[in-house]
């Protein structure tokens, strides 16, 4: 899998990196999910005590980097922007990545115009109306009906504002969707990959036409939703 060095980092987001700078680095990751191989960011101290004891390297503020354990660390003057920069960085580092053909389980029906990107997987008895895209890197449990019109893992709206450019610096997104079994989505909805994790729908989920779900939402079990809701990034719903 590709990488990329703690030192190699912090001189394309324009930090400062302390510790092992010859550390390889596979991903960017969620806070409380950071790995020994993963960096994450601490936008402010009310992460710190969310912060992975595994955590290979952490995008931070001089007054955080005090205050934390892990002492691979990328020092910056606004954590937020440093991760909007670095998550460009292993966005082109995934595009790398071997990319493979769908795999769609048996019974699938797919109407006109239909888009699967690469690394989708597809369950059984799957119906997929005309003129539905779904993204790269998807996944679809089975007995799943997708109406016409609807886009599944879309980027989310995420970015950073850089003071010093004046201009908003985009936040690549790194997740993915996953929709669970025996789920059903309306026409014309929309719904964003992770940021950094992924977005979830879990079994027997119903969306109503025109809705919007963000990126790191989780929705539970058996959740029912009504035409023309939007709900917001990182929202958690929980069952029935």
């Known amino acids: 899998m590709p990488t990329l060095t703690l030192r190699d980092i912090a001189s394309s987001i324009d930090g400062e990196a302390k510790g092992n700078t010859d550390l390889t680095i596979s991903y960017l ?7 020994n191989d993963q960096i994450c960011f601490i936008k402010d101290e009310s992460f710190i005590s969310k912060l992975s004891e595994d ?4 995008i931070l503020s001089p007054e955080i980097a005090k ?6 660390q990328i020092i910056v003057d606004d954590p937020y922007l440093g991760y909007a920069k670095a998550s460009k960085l292993f966005f082109e580092l995934s595009q790398s990545y071997e990319k493979t053909k769908p795999e769609i389980g048996k019974n699938f029906i797919s109407g006109e115009n239909v888009s699967i990107g690469h690394n ?3 369950g059984k008895n799957v119906k997929i109306h005309d003129n539905v895209s779904i993204y790269p890197n998807t996944k679809i449990g089975d007995d799943v009906e997708i109406h016409s019109g609807s886009v599944i893992g879309s980027d989310g709206f995420g970015f950073a504002k850089d003071k010093n450019l004046d201009k908003w610096i985009k936040i690549y997104q790194l997740g993915s969707t996953i929709i669970g079994n025996d789920v059903e ?6 719904i964003d990959r992770g940021a950094i994790g992924n977005t979830h729908l879990a079994n027997g989920v119903k969306l109503d036409n025109q ?11 058996n959740t029912a939703i009504a035409a023309q809701t939007a709900i917001a990034g990182s929202t958690k719903i929980g069952d029935n």
């Open 120 to 122: 989708c997987e597809i």
């Open 55 to 58: 955590a290979g390297a952490v």
């Open 29 to 35: 990751s969620e806070v409380q999910r950071c790995n």
């Open 185 to 190: 989505i309306g026409a014309n909805c929309t």
């Open 211 to 221: 809705i919007h779900i963000a990126h790191n939402v989780i929705i539970g079990k």
């Open 67 to 72: 205050k934390v354990k892990i002492k691979n």
